[in-house]
Protein backbone atom coordinates (compact mmCIF):
# COMPACT_ATOMS: atom_id res chain seq x y z
CA UNK A 1 0.00 0.00 0.00
CA UNK A 2 2.94 2.23 -0.30
CA UNK A 3 2.83 2.70 -4.23
CA UNK A 4 1.70 5.86 -5.24
CA UNK A 5 -2.01 5.59 -6.62
CA UNK A 6 -3.04 6.91 -10.43
CA UNK A 7 -6.94 6.73 -11.50
CA UNK A 8 -7.07 4.46 -14.72
CA UNK A 9 -9.70 4.55 -17.06
CA UNK A 10 -11.81 7.56 -18.42
CA UNK A 11 -15.03 8.72 -19.40
CA UNK A 12 -16.57 6.90 -17.06
CA UNK A 13 -20.33 6.78 -15.73
CA UNK A 14 -20.92 5.30 -12.36
CA UNK A 15 -18.10 2.39 -12.03
CA UNK A 16 -19.83 0.67 -9.52
CA UNK A 17 -18.06 -2.63 -9.86
CA UNK A 18 -14.76 -2.97 -11.58
CA UNK A 19 -13.44 -6.74 -12.47
CA UNK A 20 -10.21 -7.40 -13.72
CA UNK A 21 -8.21 -9.90 -15.30
CA UNK A 22 -5.00 -12.28 -15.03
CA UNK A 23 -3.49 -10.31 -18.70
CA UNK A 24 -4.78 -7.03 -17.70
CA UNK A 25 -8.28 -6.23 -18.99
CA UNK A 26 -10.37 -4.09 -16.36
CA UNK A 27 -14.16 -4.34 -16.99
CA UNK A 28 -16.05 -2.03 -15.02
CA UNK A 29 -20.03 -0.96 -15.29
CA UNK A 30 -21.43 1.55 -16.94
CA UNK A 31 -24.54 3.48 -16.09
CA UNK A 32 -25.15 3.76 -20.08
CA UNK A 33 -26.37 0.85 -20.03
CA UNK A 34 -23.40 -2.26 -20.01
CA UNK A 35 -19.68 -2.61 -19.22
CA UNK A 36 -16.77 -0.18 -20.25
CA UNK A 37 -14.08 -2.73 -20.98
CA UNK A 38 -10.42 -0.94 -20.31
CA UNK A 39 -7.77 -2.82 -22.33
CA UNK A 40 -4.30 -3.55 -21.12
CA UNK A 41 -3.18 -0.73 -23.43
CA UNK A 42 -5.66 1.19 -21.69
CA UNK A 43 -7.46 1.95 -24.99
CA UNK A 44 -11.31 1.43 -23.98
CA UNK A 45 -14.89 0.08 -26.02
CA UNK A 46 -18.56 0.55 -24.40
CA UNK A 47 -19.74 -2.38 -24.12
CA UNK A 48 -23.75 -2.17 -23.95
CA UNK A 49 -27.06 -3.74 -25.67
CA UNK A 50 -30.86 -3.34 -25.03
CA UNK A 51 -34.13 -5.23 -24.43
CA UNK A 52 -37.58 -5.00 -24.86
CA UNK A 53 -37.74 -6.00 -21.28
CA UNK A 54 -36.38 -2.97 -20.24
CA UNK A 55 -37.47 0.07 -22.10
CA UNK A 56 -35.05 2.37 -20.55
CA UNK A 57 -32.51 0.74 -20.70
CA UNK A 58 -30.59 -1.38 -18.29
CA UNK A 59 -28.95 0.19 -14.82
CA UNK A 60 -25.54 -1.85 -14.38
CA UNK A 61 -24.45 -2.17 -10.52
CA UNK A 62 -22.88 -5.25 -9.90
CA UNK A 63 -21.25 -7.05 -13.00
CA UNK A 64 -19.65 -10.67 -13.32
CA UNK A 65 -17.67 -12.22 -16.21
CA UNK A 66 -18.18 -15.43 -17.49
CA UNK A 67 -16.09 -17.98 -18.94
CA UNK A 68 -17.71 -17.29 -22.76
CA UNK A 69 -16.64 -13.75 -22.33
CA UNK A 70 -20.44 -12.33 -21.94
CA UNK A 71 -21.40 -10.52 -18.42
CA UNK A 72 -24.21 -10.85 -15.83
CA UNK A 73 -25.55 -7.83 -14.71
CA UNK A 74 -27.43 -7.06 -11.86
CA UNK A 75 -30.11 -4.23 -12.62
CA UNK A 76 -30.59 -1.70 -10.14
CA UNK A 77 -33.57 -0.19 -11.71
CA UNK A 78 -35.69 2.44 -10.28
CA UNK A 79 -38.52 0.18 -9.28
CA UNK A 80 -36.98 -3.12 -10.89
CA UNK A 81 -34.42 -5.19 -10.54
CA UNK A 82 -32.96 -8.88 -12.16
CA UNK A 83 -30.18 -10.00 -13.47
CA UNK A 84 -29.23 -10.01 -17.35
CA UNK A 85 -26.87 -11.22 -19.54
CA UNK A 86 -25.01 -9.11 -21.76
CA UNK A 87 -23.07 -10.96 -24.92
CA UNK A 88 -19.92 -9.25 -26.73
CA UNK A 89 -22.46 -8.40 -29.88
CA UNK A 90 -24.79 -6.65 -27.71
CA UNK A 91 -27.47 -8.89 -27.41
CA UNK A 92 -28.81 -8.47 -23.49
CA UNK A 93 -31.42 -11.20 -22.14
CA UNK A 94 -33.29 -11.90 -19.04
CA UNK A 95 -31.57 -14.27 -16.58
CA UNK A 96 -33.69 -13.89 -13.17
CA UNK A 97 -36.15 -11.79 -12.68
CA UNK A 98 -38.50 -13.35 -10.29
CA UNK A 99 -37.83 -15.63 -6.91
CA UNK A 100 -40.93 -17.55 -5.68
CA UNK A 101 -42.89 -16.11 -7.85
CA UNK A 102 -42.28 -12.19 -6.97
CA UNK A 103 -40.21 -9.90 -9.06
CA UNK A 104 -37.29 -9.12 -7.87
CA UNK A 105 -36.55 -5.36 -6.35
CA UNK A 106 -33.97 -3.58 -7.57
CA UNK A 107 -30.76 -5.72 -7.82
CA UNK A 108 -27.35 -4.71 -6.00
CA UNK A 109 -24.71 -7.33 -6.92
CA UNK A 110 -24.18 -10.68 -8.20
CA UNK A 111 -21.22 -13.16 -8.55
CA UNK A 112 -20.75 -16.42 -8.92
CA UNK A 113 -18.51 -18.62 -6.70
CA UNK A 114 -15.66 -21.14 -7.72
CA UNK A 115 -18.41 -24.02 -7.88
CA UNK A 116 -20.22 -21.90 -10.75
CA UNK A 117 -23.37 -21.42 -8.10
CA UNK A 118 -24.91 -17.60 -8.76
CA UNK A 119 -25.07 -15.07 -5.47
CA UNK A 120 -27.35 -12.15 -6.18
CA UNK A 121 -28.26 -9.75 -3.17
CA UNK A 122 -30.93 -7.54 -3.15
CA UNK A 123 -30.52 -4.52 -1.18
CA UNK A 124 -33.75 -3.58 0.39
CA UNK A 125 -37.69 -4.09 -0.45
CA UNK A 126 -38.61 -0.50 0.14
CA UNK A 127 -39.04 2.11 -2.42
CA UNK A 128 -37.45 3.92 -2.65
CA UNK A 129 -34.16 2.68 -1.84
CA UNK A 130 -33.09 6.04 -0.04
CA UNK A 131 -35.61 4.80 2.58
CA UNK A 132 -33.74 2.30 3.91
CA UNK A 133 -30.67 4.32 4.84
CA UNK A 134 -31.08 3.98 8.26
CA UNK A 135 -29.21 1.88 10.66
CA UNK A 136 -32.70 -0.27 11.09
CA UNK A 137 -32.28 -1.62 7.83
CA UNK A 138 -33.59 -5.17 7.59
CA UNK A 139 -35.22 -5.69 4.17
CA UNK A 140 -32.34 -7.15 2.47
CA UNK A 141 -31.94 -10.41 0.86
CA UNK A 142 -29.55 -13.17 -0.31
CA UNK A 143 -30.39 -15.23 -3.57
CA UNK A 144 -28.76 -18.42 -4.77
CA UNK A 145 -29.51 -20.57 -7.96
CA UNK A 146 -27.10 -23.81 -7.79
CA UNK A 147 -28.80 -25.31 -10.89
CA UNK A 148 -32.03 -26.33 -8.40
CA UNK A 149 -33.64 -23.17 -8.60
CA UNK A 150 -33.60 -19.89 -7.64
CA UNK A 151 -34.26 -19.04 -3.93
CA UNK A 152 -34.03 -17.06 -0.64
CA UNK A 153 -31.23 -18.19 1.28
CA UNK A 154 -30.67 -15.00 3.78
CA UNK A 155 -33.18 -12.88 4.83
CA UNK A 156 -33.58 -9.87 7.16
CA UNK A 157 -30.67 -7.87 5.97
CA UNK A 158 -29.70 -4.93 6.98
CA UNK A 159 -29.10 -3.13 3.19
CA UNK A 160 -27.49 -6.59 1.46
CA UNK A 161 -24.45 -4.98 -0.55
CA UNK A 162 -21.52 -7.10 -2.25
CA UNK A 163 -21.02 -10.70 -1.11
CA UNK A 164 -18.64 -13.38 -1.67
CA UNK A 165 -18.42 -16.93 -0.76
CA UNK A 166 -14.42 -18.21 0.45
CA UNK A 167 -12.73 -20.07 -2.31
CA UNK A 168 -13.30 -23.77 -0.12
CA UNK A 169 -16.95 -23.25 0.04
CA UNK A 170 -16.94 -22.67 3.79
CA UNK A 171 -18.53 -19.13 4.12
CA UNK A 172 -21.20 -16.80 2.50
CA UNK A 173 -19.54 -13.00 3.67
CA UNK A 174 -21.82 -10.11 2.79
CA UNK A 175 -21.47 -6.28 3.51
CA UNK A 176 -24.77 -4.72 5.47
CA UNK A 177 -24.14 -1.46 4.14
CA UNK A 178 -26.18 0.72 6.85
CA UNK A 179 -26.33 -1.32 9.97
CA UNK A 180 -22.50 -1.01 9.24
CA UNK A 181 -21.21 -4.08 9.84
CA UNK A 182 -19.99 -7.42 7.87
CA UNK A 183 -21.59 -10.60 8.14
CA UNK A 184 -21.19 -14.00 7.46
CA UNK A 185 -22.47 -17.66 7.37
CA UNK A 186 -21.73 -20.85 7.06
CA UNK A 187 -22.39 -23.04 4.07
CA UNK A 188 -24.03 -26.64 3.90
CA UNK A 189 -24.82 -27.29 0.50
CA UNK A 190 -27.42 -25.32 -1.09
CA UNK A 191 -28.84 -23.77 2.43
CA UNK A 192 -26.66 -20.54 5.10
CA UNK A 193 -26.04 -21.96 8.58
CA UNK A 194 -26.99 -18.85 11.24
CA UNK A 195 -24.94 -15.65 10.93
CA UNK A 196 -22.73 -13.88 12.50
CA UNK A 197 -20.94 -10.41 12.90
CA UNK A 198 -17.12 -10.32 12.19
CA UNK A 199 -16.71 -6.72 11.67
CA UNK A 200 -18.58 -3.84 12.69
CA UNK A 201 -18.09 0.09 11.53
CA UNK A 202 -17.95 3.19 13.30
CA UNK A 203 -19.87 6.17 11.74
CA UNK A 204 -19.22 7.21 8.48
CA UNK A 205 -18.07 3.49 7.90
CA UNK A 206 -20.62 1.99 5.54
CA UNK A 207 -19.21 -1.16 4.29
CA UNK A 208 -20.00 -1.49 0.29
CA UNK A 209 -17.71 -3.11 -2.23
CA UNK A 210 -15.72 -6.79 -0.61
CA UNK A 211 -13.31 -8.96 -2.01
CA UNK A 212 -11.22 -11.82 -0.77
CA UNK A 213 -7.41 -12.26 -1.35
CA UNK A 214 -5.18 -14.97 -1.16
CA UNK A 215 -3.62 -14.38 2.57
CA UNK A 216 -7.49 -15.15 4.16
CA UNK A 217 -8.53 -11.68 4.59
CA UNK A 218 -11.54 -9.79 3.75
CA UNK A 219 -10.75 -6.22 1.86
CA UNK A 220 -13.82 -4.04 2.51
CA UNK A 221 -14.34 -0.58 0.50
CA UNK A 222 -16.69 2.01 2.86
CA UNK A 223 -18.53 4.15 0.61
CA UNK A 224 -18.82 7.08 3.34
CA UNK A 225 -15.51 8.44 3.09
CA UNK A 226 -14.45 10.80 0.63
CA UNK A 227 -12.04 8.50 -2.07
CA UNK A 228 -9.22 11.02 -2.77
CA UNK A 229 -5.74 9.16 -3.25
CA UNK A 230 -4.77 10.58 0.62
CA UNK A 231 -7.73 9.06 2.07
CA UNK A 232 -7.94 5.88 0.38
CA UNK A 233 -6.13 3.76 2.95
CA UNK A 234 -8.92 4.54 5.40
CA UNK A 235 -11.68 3.62 3.32
CA UNK A 236 -10.36 0.33 3.20
CA UNK A 237 -10.24 -2.44 5.96
CA UNK A 238 -8.96 -5.78 6.24
CA UNK A 239 -10.75 -8.38 7.96
CA UNK A 240 -9.07 -11.89 8.79
CA UNK A 241 -11.08 -14.56 8.34
CA UNK A 242 -10.59 -17.37 11.25
Keep these: MNRALAPIGSDLHRPECVLATYRGDLFASDSRGGVMHIRPDRSQVLLTGRTAELPNGIAPNGIALQPDGSFLLAHLGAEDGGVFTLRRDGQLAPLLREVDGVPLPPTNYLTRDH ?10 RL ?11 STGFVVLDDGRGPRIVADGLGYAN ?25 LHGGTLGPKEAVAEFGPGGFPDGLALDVAGAVWVTCAGHVLSPSSLRRAMYPVLLT
Excluded: H, I, K, M
Design 115 to 124: SGRLWVTVST
Design 127 to 137: TPRTADYQPRA
Design 162 to 186: ECAVTPGGAWLYVNETFTRRVSRSP
